[in-house]
């Protein structure tokens, strides 16, 4: 799980401070004021992970990628690239980490905590190249291991850390070489020392981390009235919620079984995901099967009202087609994922609006199979009705301020700002911030004046 982030020269960011992320972590603020970026950014790194060039220290993307950020120019604060791009990111891994130095086998660190430091710069060419980054285990016994990798002032790369003492191999003594991509330490930089390995083990954790990211865009794809599937599977339900019907066939093809919290009842996936449609009160039933015997097409068909007639997804209203992906996504990533929604409550009444934060409270709390899922739901929204609800159960003690974290993003003077807000455990936020939502006393205050003006006109007349 993401437990912090801290970003600085990027996009409208000079430094976004150190931001505490929970389980359900969840971003408001205006229109451009710069809450997006966030997410871009960890889309980034992720398809810089993801693709097969080592030597690029960032993929920004392109027509085919998860994102496009344009370029390295593009990215930075101001577009002064005489900044550096610098992020650190703090995450909580599901086992446990052991580093051993074979060197001296009496010294081990352990660990379920990992840290990431990384600031990246310009090249003469404006490509982004790592200058320095640094790792972080935070060990169980109060001493923790902090490796640092970065450019001296003879523009040479250096390894040091002041916990574990580094012993080179004999006959090695070439320069270490730039990282790859921007957090690996490559195998030949490694094999100059006789108890680098394990650096390959942090480089497979930060891996495993952003392949653990999904993400949800705000614009879905239109409802179809015949899906085709012929059995394959899903890493997710895609940037627009494409593959959302294969995604649920595909899961309950597999045998996967939910409840929505400790001790609810286990269903299958297709009846668990169609029982939340039906308590956001937006249908009556839901069904999805193949249009005939053998066929690898299917119809989603749905009733919205107990004695309405049964219709295919494209006849109703566009809520079902446009909330279903972001219900899907929440209960079919694997187990440990992190994943990206931005504005799921778009085409939503403002009842559903409220209803879907239940829905995503039990994400984060439901058990697959018996064993907790431990998903981490970071979410762009607009809605207050969404925030109300999240209050109000926090009140009822169906969430846990801990489980939760609340940003508002303004522009401030000039410069984005992220504001944390506190919530107590009775619901109540002690720093409600100015023009969060419409101010709805404003609003009546401004319309009973101009009501009390007219009759007075009116009467004068």
Request: glycine residues 8%; charged residues 25%; contains cysteine.
């Amino acid at each position: 799980m993401l437990e912090s982030i801290h970003i600085k020269n990027f996009k409208a960011w000079k430094d976004t401070g150190q931001l505490r992320f929970a389980p359900l972590t969840v971003l408001f603020g205006a229109n451009s004021a710069g809450k997006s970026s966030i997410g871009h950014l960890i889309l980034a790194l992720k398809q810089t992970v993801l693709t097969a060039d080592r030597k690029r220290a960032l993929h920004l993307g392109d027509a085919k990628s998860l994102v496009d950020l344009g370029t390295f120019t593009d990215c930075i604060y101001r577009h002064d690239v005489s900044l550096p791009l610098e992020f650190s990111l703090g995450w909580r891994l599901d086992h446990a980490l052991e580093v051993k130095n074979p060197v001296k086998p009496s010294q081990s660190f352990i660990g379920r905590s990992l840290g990431l430091d990384v600031s990246i710069e310009a090249n003469g060419l404006a490509q982004p190249v790592v200058r320095n980054l640094k790792y972080e285990l935070k060990c169980d016994s109060g001493k923790d291991l902090e490796i640092r990798y970065g450019i001296d002032d003879k523009r040479e790369y250096q390894l040091e850390s002041d916990a574990f003492s580094f012993v080179r191999t004999t006959g090695r003594a070439w320069q270490l070489d730039a990282p790859e991509k921007f957090y690996r330490i490559s195998d030949q930089s490694r094999a100059r020392y006789q108890n680098a390995s394990f650096l390959s083990d942090f480089a497979l954790e930060i891996e495993a981390l952003f392949n653990s990211v999904h993400h949800l865009g705000p614009l879905r794809e239109y409802p179809q009235r015949i899906y085709p599937w012929s059995g394959e599977s899903f890493e997710d339900v895609g940037g627009k919620g494409e593959n959302a019907i294969g995604a649920m066939l595909a899961a309950q093809a597999a045998g996967r079984r939910l409840n929505r919290r400790a001790k609810g009842a286990n269903a299958d996936f297709i009846p668990f995901i169609a029982s939340w449609l039906k308590d956001l009160g937006i249908i009556h039933d839901f069904t999805l099967k193949a249009v005939a015997e053998g066929r690898k097409e299917y119809e989603v068909l749905v009733k919205v009202g107990a004695k309405s007639s049964e219709v295919r997804i494209t006849d109703v209203g566009f809520g079902v087609s446009q909330v279903l992906p972001a219900i899907v996504q929440s209960f079919y990533s694997p187990p440990h994922s992190i994943v990206l929604m931005e504005q799921p409550e778009i085409h939503l009444h403002p009842q559903v609006q409220a209803e879907l934060a239940d829905v995503f409270i039990s994400a984060i709390q439901a058990r697959e199979n018996g064993n907790p899922r431990g998903v981490q739901l970071i979410i762009e929204s607009h809605s207050e009705h969404f925030l109300n609800r999240l209050q109000r159960r926090i009140a009822e003690q169906a969430l846990s301020p801990e489980e939760l974290a609340v940003y508002f993003c303004s522009t401030g003077k000039g410069n984005p700002v992220m504001e944390a807000l506190e919530i107590d455990e009775y619901g109540d936020i002690s720093n409600w911030p100015e023009k969060f939502f419409a101010d709805d006393m404003g609003e009546i205050t401004a319309r009973t004046i101009a009501a009390m003006r007219r009759r007075q006109g009116n009467e004068g007349s």
